[in-house]
């Protein structure tokens, strides 16, 4: 079993930053690819990035290619999701998800365990 609490949603200008945490809890979490998603208003939950066990490799949506930085530190038990010159169509609830290897995955229903979603709002 692996428990993820999430921190530091909130709310951010367009053009600023803003840091997710993603901390879990449980053995053997480096034995997980942890994604990061995200439900905004009115649609459906969907893919952001994606970081592999070891954080040597990662994955992006095109929509923050190049705006967004999934990282981890397996020594803390965390994972993060750096947030770079947002804007407001990345307003929503984002996820950090969890699941056994090997490989990544742009699915929810290929990972397990779910953090608690903390609100991003980007403003104008």
């Known amino acids: 079993q692996v428990q993820l609490v999430e921190s530091g949603g909130g709310l951010v200008q367009a053009g600023g930053s803003l840091r997710l945490s993603c901390a879990a809890s449980?053995?053997?979490?480096?034995?997980?690819?942890v994604g990061w998603f995200r439900r905004a208003p009115g649609k459906e939950r969907d893919f952001v990035a994606a970081?592999?066990?070891?954080?040597?490799?990662?994955y992006y949506a095109d929509s923050v290619q190049g705006r967004f930085t999934a990282s981890r530190d397996n020594a803390k038990n965390t994972v993060y999701l750096q947030m770079n010159s947002p804007t407001p169509e990345h307003t929503a609830v984002y996820y950090c998800?969890?699941?056994?290897?090997?490989?990544?995955?742009?699915?929810?229903?290929?990972?397990?365990?779910w953090g608690q979603g903390p609100q991003v709002t980007v403003s104008s």
């Open positions: 449980g053995r053997f979490f480096s034995m997980y690819d």
């Open positions: 970081v592999y066990r070891s954080g040597l490799s990662t």
């Open positions: 998800a969890a699941k056994p290897g090997p490989g990544l995955s742009t699915t929810v229903v290929a990972y397990h365990f």
